[in-house]
């Protein structure tokens, strides 16, 4: 799969809102695919790309959580995306709960929008892409950190001070800080 395969799926029984994500994905070169309802999105036949799914919460006949459900009980891994005028926290805690990959606020900050969706579609090519083997090893052996060549990237620490003005001993402090009770 390619980026070029790459599909947000709008879910929202209000047209005005799946007309404005649609340009708002479109602006930044995101093609998106839109829905009047939970029903009509999960019984159209999807390609096989890397995507994610913009669902309303409060919608007629099925709500987002219950889409949502119904989608990891099929075994879809596709990430969800909460867009609601009508949101709650408990609401929030089960769709996130559920895998969600954030819970947002009508009306929200365009950006906001924009970098969970790029989260979710980071989500999905790494689930879409096989993991990384390295000659004689094991994918990942490695483990979760990154060192020595495991799936994930070195990441680089933030320096947390130096021995510049506030530092009582002069010399560079480390990385970490300990915490003692």
Request: charged share 25%; with cysteine.
């Amino acid at each position: 799969m390619t980026d070029s395969e790459t599909v947000v799926y709008i879910v929202d029984d209000d047209a005005s809102v799946r007309e404005a994500l649609t340009r708002l994905l479109k602006s930044v070169g995101l093609r998106s695919q839109a829905f009047a309802s939970g029903r009509e999105f999960l019984d159209a036949s999807l390609p096989d790309a890397i995507g994610c799914v913009l669902l309303d919460v409060r919608m007629p006949g099925m709500s987002g959580l219950e889409v949502q459900e119904l989608l990891e009980g099929r075994g879809s891994a596709l990430p969800v995306i909460f867009v609601t005028g009508h949101g709650s926290i408990p609401m929030s805690v089960r769709a996130m709960k559920s895998g969600a990959v954030d819970f947002l606020t009508k009306p929200f900050d365009e950006q906001e929008l924009l970098d969970a969706v790029n989260q979710a579609l980071d989500r999905d090519r790494s689930r879409s892409r096989p993991p990384a083997t390295e000659p004689g090893g094991d994918a990942g052996a490695a483990g979760p950190t990154g060192r020595g060549g495991g799936p994930f990237p070195e990441i680089p620490r933030a320096r947390t001070g130096g021995g510049g003005r506030g530092s009582s001993s002069g010399r560079d402090r480390p990385d970490r800080e300990e915490l003692t009770p």
